[in-house]
């Protein structure tokens, strides 16, 4: 039975060589990507994200160590030989100006065409199907140079598909995408390497989608190195916040979700079903206010916290503000309630100052 191809990173360097010096970027680097996965690269800001993807390209040399592509070394392969194995997306090659869209896409055929690059019928059935996966055949005749930036990135992603690689490597494919796109587009990525058996490996910043898609994460940064894996297994072992977490974040490995930590000044009672979305919700913008809901008195932090100010969610959709167990406002929006009781907070703990210091009001 014929083994499945295999990319194998081998004690891998990456860097550049200048002036006779090498620059190292990421060392030690092993790993194996394997057919039938969209694999994802995460890792911060000057982590050696792109300058890896370059190397395993072949657009430029390894300092040190081994990329086996098929067992073979990637300087083994000629030019010819690696544009029909495998295809390559990076973020500073959509400045192309005077070719269509469809002319753009139908570049990633040139391995097929021969030196007139004439296409024949499977060919062109082969773009417009590109097209329409990426969602851009409206697009098809509009020139490169009017698109935006997200249009002209599903074009590039277009061209790589028609390529009909085996493997497909791309770097920040959803930099210039709005959200619905991004989950498109990934969810589409995630297709093709499960349906048509491709390596898909790219790198990317949108560390909760991959977390959710991807089927392989790589780790990396300069402190921790390479740390490869499934995204349940490197969430469970803690992995994904070390890597990431970083002061003011938190971190759920049940949800695999990072979550921003407000800092708290100020508590308020609420009442209500915990479990209800207007209640977390409520408590969600609250937070974002740096005020803190309790259940009651007794789990307050702060001297300051006032047992008689409550906020009652009876049901969703309603939000009431109580004094002493008086009804003072009921809205129906989040956004209504939220700055009458921040200065109902305000205003109580003055007052509690100014009587605790015996002070008479301004008129």
């Given at each position: 039975m014929e083994k499945d191809l295999t990319i194998n990173l081998e004690n891998l360097s990456t860097g550049y060589r200048v002036k006779g010096n090498d620059k190292v970027i990421s060392q030690h680097l092993t790993a194996e990507l394997t057919v039938g996965e969209m694999t994802c690269l995460l890792g911060p800001n000057g982590a050696g994200k792109s300058t890896l993807l370059r190397t395993l390209s072949a657009f430029q040399p390894a300092l040190s160590g081994k990329i086996l592509i098929d067992q073979r070394s990637v300087d083994s392969y000629n030019a010819k030989d690696l544009s029909k194995l495998?295809?390559?997306?990076?973020?500073?090659?959509?400045?192309?100006?005077?070719?269509?869209?469809?002319?753009?896409?139908?570049?990633?055929?040139?391995?097929?065409?021969?030196?007139?690059?004439?296409?024949?019928?499977?060919?062109?059935?082969?773009?417009?199907?590109?097209?329409?996966?990426?969602?851009?055949?409206?697009?098809?005749?509009?020139?490169?140079?009017?698109?935006?930036?997200?249009?002209?990135?599903?074009?590039?992603?277009?061209?790589?598909?028609?390529?009909?690689?085996?493997?497909?490597?791309?770097?920040?494919?959803?930099?210039?995408?709005?959200?619905?796109?991004?989950?498109?587009?990934?969810?589409?990525?995630?297709?093709?390497?499960?349906?048509?058996?491709?390596?898909?490996?790219?790198?990317?910043?949108?560390?909760?989608?991959?977390?959710?898609?991807?089927?392989?994460?790589?780790?990396?940064?300069?402190?921790?190195?390479?740390?490869?894996?499934?995204?349940?297994?490197?969430?469970?072992?803690?992995?994904?916040?070390?890597?990431?977490?970083?002061?003011?974040?938190?971190?759920?490995?049940?949800?695999?979700?990072?979550?921003?930590?407000?800092?708290?000044?100020?508590?308020?009672?609420?009442?209500?079903?915990?479990?209800?979305?207007?209640?977390q919700l409520a408590a969600k913008a609250f937070l974002r206010h740096a005020i803190q809901p309790i259940g009651s008195i007794e789990e307050a932090q702060f001297e300051s916290t006032r047992p008689d100010i409550v906020v009652s969610i009876p049901k969703e959709g309603c939000y009431r503000l109580l004094e002493n167990g008086k009804e003072v406002l009921q809205v129906e929006k989040i956004e209504n309630i939220l700055p009458v009781t921040n200065s109902y907070i305000v205003k109580n703990q003055i007052e509690a100052l100014r009587d605790a210091a015996n002070m008479t009001p301004f008129d």
């Open positions: 495998l295809s390559v997306v990076l973020t500073d090659n959509t400045n192309i100006k005077n070719l269509t869209v469809t002319e753009v896409v139908a570049i990633g055929r040139s391995p097929y065409t021969g030196f007139w690059g004439k296409l024949n019928e499977k060919d062109k059935k082969t773009i417009e199907k590109c097209l329409q996966w990426v969602g851009i055949t409206e697009l098809q005749d509009r020139k490169m140079e009017t698109l935006s930036d997200g249009e002209k990135q599903k074009v590039m992603i277009a061209k790589a598909i028609a390529q009909e690689t085996p493997i497909i490597f791309l770097d920040e494919p959803t930099a210039y995408l709005d959200y619905p796109s991004k989950v498109s587009m990934m969810m589409l990525l995630h297709r093709l390497a499960h349906s048509l058996k491709k390596i898909i490996f790219l790198s990317t910043h949108d560390l909760e989608h991959a977390l959710q898609i991807a089927d392989k994460i790589w780790l990396l940064d300069s402190e921790h190195g390479l740390t490869t894996g499934i995204p349940e297994d490197l969430c469970l072992g803690g992995k994904i916040e070390e890597y990431f977490t970083r002061p003011g974040m938190t971190f759920n490995r049940e949800s695999c979700t990072f979550s921003i930590q407000h800092e708290v000044a100020r508590e308020i009672i609420f009442q209500g079903n915990p479990s209800s979305i207007s209640y």
